[in-house]
């Protein structure tokens, strides 16, 4: 049988249920990571209070944890390609639940910091084993599939941090209150770990190859020199101390390309593949996911607070607003697949459109009615606008890296998120120049308005990207030209 290339059914079967349990652990760990960022914000007023946290205290529990989780992922991910990507990923969901427990048993607010940096660290380094798995254990053709799906993990996870967060609170079981944002991580890390220990089988990718200390050292100074400024920004607006810092962080990750270009002529092996860039549409949807990412999250954060405080919306209103934004997103992941076999790129182009154009409406209402808005009037423009994040946001990842070969697309397992994670970042920073300085009607239109300006910006843009390949009735796919 071997001999004439025919495939035991059974045995195809077999090897796709593994893969699709394989990427469940993959899906829970991404979902763990991600909520852990926006979770905390409902429950900061009930920990900070409990454990009389300071106000540089209160900006390290949400920090921490982002800092720790950006830096980790590059050095992570080489890590993963060097011992092996089930070994780290299972280690690291190890390392994720038991912070998660320490956090969730702290008697302090400094031992809640560190227990939170030490999560961040384990979650950066179940991130970065992630894409690389995906591409490991699917064949090319579903790829765009299983990317899209990881996408709306992560995204749903975003909006759904909040949520859960409010719920647990309310809830209150056993009188933990706030210690629950964190224990729920519990269950989901078992089970994470038994589907990952029992069907993840990929190993090491690297032959004897070493990892790339200086790079480790520039990369990781650059991102926490970055990052650490961009959260003094939130708290503190800008100052010449957080932007002198920026720009030193500006140098450092310049000094790193440099480095690593400099290692791939000696015929060594980098932390990071600056040639990833030479392929337009990575080099476009870097561009893209950073933007949005930074975008998306100082919509959520803000639109919250808008709600609640500027419109005065009780929180029970204020998550409806946002299921109905969810549900339009829902609706738009569905569609995106059909809708970009369709059209291309120009469907995404369209769907961060639409969204552009509800996010400028919501400016233009707001001057208008003076903040008294019409709730049944809302309806549609919300669930319209997430309708067009849900085309674009599932599908603008699976594009950028659709020109990638298998080697190439395992290298970006770390660089990928670290890309979402900058975004989120500058997002926050100039989210708190633009918003929390000016925490009034007013402050809540420039916000619209200049969000509504950034996706209008985003969508011009993806029509640089190259179209994405065709898929033949057989699977099997036929690259665009790049």
């Not at 708290?235 to 270009?261: C, D, E, H, N, S």
């Not at 829902?330 to 995404?348: C, D, E, Q, S």
């Amino acid at each position: 049988m071997a001999g004439t290339g025919i495939r035991n059914p059974m045995v195809v079967a077999r090897g796709e249920l593994t893969a699709w349990l394989t990427f469940a652990a993959c899906l829970i760990s991404v979902f763990m990571q991600t909520i852990d960022v926006t979770i905390v914000n409902t429950a900061l007023p009930d920990i900070t209070r409990d454990l009389a946290a300071s106000a540089s205290a209160q900006l390290l529990v949400i920090s921490g944890y982002s800092l720790a989780f950006a830096c980790t992922l590059l050095t992570a991910a080489r890590l993963g390609a060097l011992w092996g990507r089930r070994r780290v990923f299972l280690v690291a969901v190890v390392a994720f639940t038991a912070a998660s427990v320490w956090c969730g048993i702290s008697t302090g607010a400094a031992e809640l910091v560190v227990a939170r940096i030490a999560q961040g660290v384990a979650g950066g380094a179940m991130a970065a084993q992630t894409l690389a798995i995906l591409v490991a254990v699917f064949p090319r053709a579903r790829h765009p599939q299983v990317f899209a799906l990881y996408g709306l993990a992560a995204g749903g996870a975003g909006m759904v941090g909040p949520i859960l967060g409010g719920i647990l609170l309310t809830l209150n079981l056993w009188g933990l209150g706030w210690h629950w944002v964190f224990l729920i991580n519990v269950p989901m890390g078992i089970a994470a770990f038994a589907l990952a220990g029992r069907f993840l089988r990929v190993e090491a990718e690297s032959d004897g190859a070493r990892l790339d200390l200086g790079g480790v050292l520039l990369s990781g100074a650059s991102l926490l020199a970055l990052l650490y400024a961009l959260a003094d920004v939130q708290r503190r607006g800008w100052r010449a101390q957080p932007v002198g810092i920026v720009l030193a962080a500006v140098a450092l990750g310049a000094g790193f390309l440099v480095y690593q270009r400099i290692l791939i002529r000696r015929g060594r092996v980098p932390l990071m593949r600056p040639d990833l860039f030479a392929d337009r549409g990575f080099a476009v949807g870097s561009v893209l996911v950073t933007g949005f990412f930074g975008m998306f999250t100082a919509f959520v954060f803000a639109a919250s607070i808008t709600f609640q405080d500027e419109l005065h919306f009780s929180p029970l209103r204020t998550g409806i607003a946002m299921t109905i934004f969810a549900l339009g997103a829902g609706m738009g992941a569905l569609a995106a697949p059909f809708l970009v076999r369709r059209w291309g790129i120009r469907a995404l182009a369209a769907g961060i459109a639409l969204y552009a154009g509800c996010m400028a409406a919501a400016a233009v209402y707001l001057v208008l009615t003076d903040g008294v808005i019409s709730v049944a009037l809302t309806v549609v423009p919300v669930f319209v606008s997430g309708l067009g994040v849900g085309v674009f946001g599932l599908q603008v990842q699976p594009v950028m890296l659709a020109g990638l070969d298998a080697g190439q697309l395992g290298e970006t397992s770390g660089l990928l998120p670290t890309m979402e994670q900058i975004g989120n970042a500058v997002g926050l920073a100039v989210l708190s120049t633009v918003f929390f300085r000016a925490h009034t009607l007013g402050g809540s239109i420039a916000m619209f308005a200049a969000i509504a300006v950034v996706a209008a910006g985003l969508a011009a843009i993806t029509l640089l990207l190259p179209e994405p390949p065709r898929h033949d009735a057989a699977g099997l796919t036929d690259p665009a030209p790049r």
